[in-house]
């Protein structure tokens, strides 16, 4: 079974109840995601691959760690995509993919509009970004269409999620490891999370 991450870092806790509030501006709201997930992006690749490489310092020469595998960003459109420059600024040479999904307003289920991934995608670590882990359809069927296109390393990271989510992927991708900036209390009969932060992707692009 996959492991689940919480974040409990007292930043990461302190910005996600500013990014609830349903006063926070668009400009605001977008600032806050990009932090959280900054913050978040540090504990989610604590455990990349590392090779020894030789460097020359001023002084003199010694063996220091660079990245073995490189990473794929993933966002889900259109709310992952304000989680990507924070990981971006983390690891520059990062590729980023992209995975269109919407949910159907009636049966809830994700419907996929647009799949494009590096070529190289098998051999990457693969970050796939959502702000919201609600139902966990849309997760779940972006990380089957990466994994059908060869992926094998891939990692979840939500900044809210709730049980239902979380309990869909591990299930559907026992082998996927999901991180999450606050697990919420439950979801409502429109599928919404509670208490939530609203529509991700409406107040990240001031369409409301």
Known sequence: MSKVYVMDHPLIQHK????RSETTTTKDFRELANEIAL????????????D???????????????????????????????MVDALMSLIPAAKVGHVGLYRDPQTHEPV??????PTDI?????????????TGGSAVAAIDFIKK???KRIKLMNIIGAPEGVEAVQKAHPDVDIYIGAL???LNENCYIVPGLGDAGDRLFGTL
Do not use: F, H, N, W
């Open 16 to 19: 996600i109840t500013m990014l």
């Open 39 to 50: 913050l978040m992006g540090y504990e989610a690749t604590k455990d990349l691959d590392l």
């Open 52 to 82: 020894d490489v030789k460097v020359k310092t001023p002084i003199t020469e010694t063996t220091g760690k660079t990245i073995s595998k490189q990473v794929a960003l993933v966002p889900i459109l259109r709310a992952g995509l304000g």
């Open 112 to 117: 996929e509009y647009y799949c494009k991934l």
């Open 122 to 134: 098998e051999q990457r670590q693969v970050l796939v970004l959502d702000p919201m882990l609600a």
């Open 149 to 151: 296109r060869g992926a």
């Open 184 to 186: 919420d209390e439950k």
